[in-house]
T-cell receptor, first 116, second 116 residues
């Protein structure tokens, strides 16, 4: 297993366009997370899936954002009608919750979005 | 709500010397995890070390160790024998330990420069 995989790694788009990012988690992990990170800041939680169910969404995730994990494996994050303020790195992470070991998340390399 | 504070935006250390990065957190939970993540210039977040709050013994991983002071809500990272490859952003993070624990809260980060 090569870890959490994200693509595309970089995306430049014009304001108003839609973009979609894909995340493939570590195969045995049942939890998948999306975070957003801007320069000089720590990651901010956006949303979380346990298997295919989206269990929590941050209020940072406006109506223009939608995330899916249709079969409990890979996930997509779509941003509609992009705005310049959406420019950031979008990080995907996954974890396997274990009642004894708990929950440590592992990150992908991130997808950089630049809205021009 | 939980918060994580890293009061040192930037630090530098000479190669082979020891450096300590500070982190404080605020929570009313008694059972939780604390993490230090490293984000090198290539940008992928890598787990450095993990501490479970119910364990009194401080976690260690090779040259990395923590000083966990639960009553003071302090969780510092010590890097011994610093190497050039340790140059990175370091993020302290908090996660509740329960079946619903999913949201990892990150501090703003400390940028560490290791000088030759």
């Amino acid at each position: 297993d090569t870890g959490v995989s994200q693509n595309p790694r970089h995306k430049i788009t014009k304001r108003g366009q839609n973009v979609t990012f894909r995340c493939d988690p570590i195969s045995e992990h049942n939890r998948l997370y999306w975070y957003r990170q801007t320069l000089g800041q720590g990651p901010e939680f956006l949303t979380y899936f346990q298997n295919e169910a989206q269990l929590e969404k941050s209020r940072l995730l406006s109506d223009r954002f939608s995330a899916e994990r249709p079969k409990g494996s890979f996930s997509t994050l779509e941003i509609q009608r992009t705005e310049q303020g959406d420019s950031a790195m979008y990080l995907c992470a996954s974890s396997l919750w274990d009642p004894r070991e708990g929950n440590t998340i592992y990150f992908g390399e991130g997808s950089w979005l630049t809205v021009v | 709500a939980q918060t994580v504070t890293q009061s040192q935006p930037e630090m530098s250390v000479q190669e082979a010397e020891t450096v300590t990065l500070s982190c404080t957190y605020d929570t009313s939970e008694s059972n939780y995890y604390l993490f230090w993540y490293k984000q090198p210039p290539s940008r992928q977040m890598i787990l450095v070390i993990r501490q479970e709050a119910y364990k009194q013994q401080n976690a260690t991983e090779n040259r990395f160790s923590v000083n966990f002071q639960k009553a003071a809500k302090s969780f510092s990272l010590k890097i011994s024998d610093s190497q050039l490859g340790d140059t990175a952003m370091y993020f302290c993070a908090f996660m509740k330990r329960n079946t619903g624990g999913f949201k990892t809260i990150f501090g703003a980060g400390t940028r560490l420069f290791v000088k030759a």
